[in-house]
Antibody, heavy 121, light 112 residues
Framework: EVQLVESGGGLVEPGRSLRLSCATSGFSFDDYAMHWVRQVPGKGLEWVAGISWNSAGKGYADSVKGRCTISRDNAKNSLYLEMNSLRVDDTALYYC??????????????WGQGILVTVSS | DIVMTQSPDSLAVSLGERATINCRSSQSILYSSNNKNYLAWFQQKPGQPPKLLIYWASIRESGVPDRFSGSGSGTDFTLTISSLQAEDVAVYYCQQYYSSHTFGQGTNLEIK
């Protein structure tokens, strides 16, 4: 069974940093691209970042470009999102998402339960 | 950036009736080299993460009931639920993965 478990969220002040982690199991992690997608509670979905199976390809939404870094550790079956210079509008539920394919251009087939990040003073 | 626009924003359908949700992309998401439309549909119920229903515009994900179907090509796509069941009440999103990833704003499906 595919499992994606996010951690590292919480309450943080504007301008500070936070690192989200996603522990995975139930599939060959190093065979698939991975993504972060966020959702403000009660609102729609926003893709944040994606990374290819071997980390050679990375992509970011304009809203986080320059402030966030996606990375992965295939030996640990884990995905990460480093977020810097956090803003109030980064407040959202952050989902770790598996892609069907190896690149960042495929269907998103498995989602974690999400981790809440609240940016507030 | 490719903008995805869904219609309607909200829809109420009687049990057993057909539900149709439309999605339009601001540019074609049909990749000519493989003739695939880079379009997916998701279902999200309250308190749950989105669930993949349809990908490549018309391929049903494993385990998804066959009352769900996807159609369309280029810039115009449709999700159809042939006979609405109570458990289908949810918000539905379309998403393109042709150029980066963008989602539609969502369609809230309710029982009439």
């Amino acid at each position: 069974e595919v499992q994606l478990v996010e951690s590292g969220g919480g309450l943080v002040e504007p301008g500070r940093s936070l690192r989200l982690s996603c522990a995975t199991s139930g599939f060959s992690f190093d065979d698939y691209a991975m993504h972060w997608v966020r959702q403000v509670p009660g609102k729609g979905l926003e893709w944040v970042a994606g990374i290819s199976w071997n980390s050679a390809g990375k992509g970011y939404a304009d809203s986080v470009k320059g402030r966030c870094t996606i990375s992965r550790d295939n030996a640990k079956n884990s995905l990460y999102l480093e977020m810097n210079s956090l803003r109030v509008d980064d407040t959202a539920l952050y989902y770790c998402v598996k892609e069907q394919g190896r690149t960042e251009a495929g269907p998103l087939d498995y989602w974690g339960q999400g981790i809440l990040v609240t940016v507030s003073s | 950036d490719i903008v995805m626009t869904q219609s309607p924003d909200s829809l109420a359908v009687s049990l057993g009736e057909r539900a149709t949700i439309n999605c339009r992309s601001s540019q074609s998401i049909l990749y000519s080299s493989n003739n695939k439309n880079y379009l997916a549909w998701f279902q999200q119920k309250p308190g749950q993460p989105p669930k993949l229903l349809i990908y490549w515009a018309s391929i049903r994900e494993s385990g998804v009931p066959d009352r769900f179907s996807g159609s369309g090509s280029g810039t115009d796509f449709t999700l159809t639920i042939s006979s609405l069941q109570a458990e289908d009440v949810a918000v539905y999103y379309c998403q393109q993965y042709y150029s980066s990833h963008t989602f539609g704003q969502g369609t809230n499906l309710e029982i009439k």
